[in-house]
């Protein structure tokens, strides 16, 4: 059974600096397109970084550009998601997903798979 599992998440300043994880179990996870989803209270879900099979990276989310970074350590069969200069905008829940990295767009197939969310708060 394929798992993903967040952890990092937690309290933050802003400008400020945390990395979540995304680790995979039952898998192998550089076969796979990862995607970093983030809902803020009220909000709905959106899709704004992903890392390709064969390592490209792909933003979806101007905001976000020049503060994140995804990269993998397929030694570890983690996902990463480095986050600095952080801003209160950036509160949210943050979850790790299979998928596919298309030009505009990111696409979680009901085959794909979820992580459980982690908790991002940004203040000050």
């Known amino acids: 059974q394929v798992q993903l599992v967040e952890s990092g998440g937690g309290a933050a300043q802003p400008g400020g600096s945390l990395r979540l994880s995304c680790a995979a179990s039952?898998?192998?996870?550089?076969?796979?397109?990862i995607a970093w989803f983030r809902q803020a209270p009220g909000k709905a879900r959106e899709g704004f970084i992903c890392?390709?099979?064969?390592?490209?990276?792909?933003y979806y989310v101007d905001s976000v550009k020049g503060r994140f970074t995804i990269y993998r350590d397929n030694a570890k069969n983690t996902i990463y998601l480095q986050m600095n200069s952080l801003e209160p905008e950036d509160t949210a829940v943050y979850y790790c997903?299979?998928?596919?990295?298309?030009?505009?767009?990111?696409?979680?197939?009901?085959?794909?798979?979820w992580g459980q969310g982690t908790q991002v708060t940004v203040s000050s």
């Open positions: 039952g898998t192998t996870v550089n076969y796979y397109a």
């Open positions: 997903a299979t998928g596919a990295c298309l030009t505009n767009n990111i696409i979680v197939s009901d085959k794909d798979y």
């Open positions: 890392i390709t099979a064969s390592n490209k990276t792909k």
